[in-house]
């Protein structure tokens, strides 16, 4: 299990870009309400398409543990992953499908749409996103991993904290 | 593992609070969540089984604000405490900045305290990190019970690396800001 989330990363304005583009031509070839990424530890990287009106936050933190767990049952009955997953609702429909190991596609849809031709865009987008990504890993495990931030950004966050925590 | 997110200019960082069961993780953060001014902190999701045991993960992210033109926040987890949840509890440390053990101060749960840092230990070695390595603060909780373990004994047993520890009723709230506060800070650190 080790490898997969157990490095930092960073997502850069030029990687919005390309992804964000990337998906807006899924969502309009798919006919998808809305996508999400998820990192696998539970973190929303980027949204597309209609504004999802729940918590994004708690959202991305629940898929990833219904991906991981379900990664769990797939290796129990020897399959090496459950690449991806669908959840019926009466009028939502949510599929999502693993990106490079580390990153999980969440799609959003209705019944102006359909499973099979979700299914069929997905994988298109996920190949295309999956290579983005692997640059991303790349370059991150590339880069090194000295200081991120300034000691200033610490001293600031510390201030912040005692402000946030300190009389309760 | 922190992800920070330049397009967005987000920083989350993941803590975890981990023990055995019915130590009083849940109570950490359903203190955290009634304190914490609503604007700073998000809904807590709690998978729990019909007697309020926590089956999978409980969870609260707390929003520092922006700083230095990063929005900061930290993303707050329990595991489940009891022995055989221990899938669910790996599946949990995937991706941690930090840990806080919490402890049952009781004498008969001193063993149960051992088990479940040997567990932490083995878990978090499944994701190469060591302890010993990424900010980590120890609650001792139910101080305020009348059959407590002393705090020597408790250090002696659970602390050999002396991370910072903290005295804790976390029914009442006492300790549990100064825990969290302890580990944010360390998290915090460890991106520079």
């Known amino acids: 299990m080790a490898g997969a989330g157990a490095s930092s990363w960073s997502f850069e304005e030029r990687d919005f870009t390309r992804i964000d583009r990337l998906l807006q031509g899924f969502l309009y070839d798919s006919n998808a309400r809305c996508t999400l990424l998820v990192d696998r530890t539970g973190q929303l990287v980027t949204t597309a398409g209609e504004k999802p009106d729940f918590d994004t936050t708690a959202f991305a933190s629940l898929a990833a543990a219904d991906f991981s767990a379900n990664d769990q049952l797939a290796s129990m009955i020897g399959e090496h992953e459950f690449s991806s997953l669908f959840h019926q609702g009466e009028k939502e429909s949510m599929y999502l499908a693993d990106v490079a190991r580390r990153v999980i596609l969440v799609v959003l849809f209705d019944n102006r749409t359909t499973l099979g031709m979700i299914r069929i865009k997905t994988k298109a987008v996920v190949r295309e996103l999956a290579e983005i990504f692997r640059e991303m890993f790349d370059r991150s495990a590339a880069a090194p991993q000295g200081s991120r931030f300034e000691a200033a950004f610490v001293d600031e966050a510390e201030d912040e904290i005692d402000r946030l925590f300190g009389d309760l | 593992m922190s992800m920070i997110n ?8 993941k803590i975890v609070y981990y023990g055995p069961g019915l130590c009083g993780k849940t109570t950490n953060l359903e203190y955290i969540f009634e304190k914490v001014a609503p604007n700073t902190r998000g809904k807590l999701i709690s998978l729990a089984t019909e007697t309020e045991r926590t089956l999978f993960f409980d969870f609260l992210p707390v929003d520092l604000g922006a700083i230095r033109g990063f929005k900061t926040r930290f993303h707050l987890y329990t595991v489940p405490g009891q022995v055989y949840y221990n899938a669910s509890r790996k599946l949990i440390l995937k991706g941690v ?12 749960r001193l063993d149960a305290n051992i088990e479940s840092m040997h567990n932490l230990y083995d878990n978090l070695s499944e994701y190469g990190l060591d302890l010993r390595e990424i900010p980590f603060v120890i609650q001792y909780n139910k101080r305020d019970l009348p059959n407590t373990s002393s705090l ?4 002696a047993q ?3 690396n002396k991370v910072p520890h903290y005295e804790a009723v976390a029914v009442r709230g006492i300790g549990v800001f100064d825990t969290l506060k302890a580990v944010s800070k360390l998290v915090i650190k460890s991106l520079s």
Do not use: K, M, T, W
């Open chain 2, 6 to 13: 330049y397009a967005s200019r987000e920083i989350n960082c």
């Open chain 2, 97 to 108: 900045d930090g840990v806080v053990f919490v402890g049952d101060s009781q004498v008969e």
């Open chain 2, 152 to 155: 020597a004994e408790l250090e």
């Open chain 2, 158 to 160: 659970l602390n050999p």
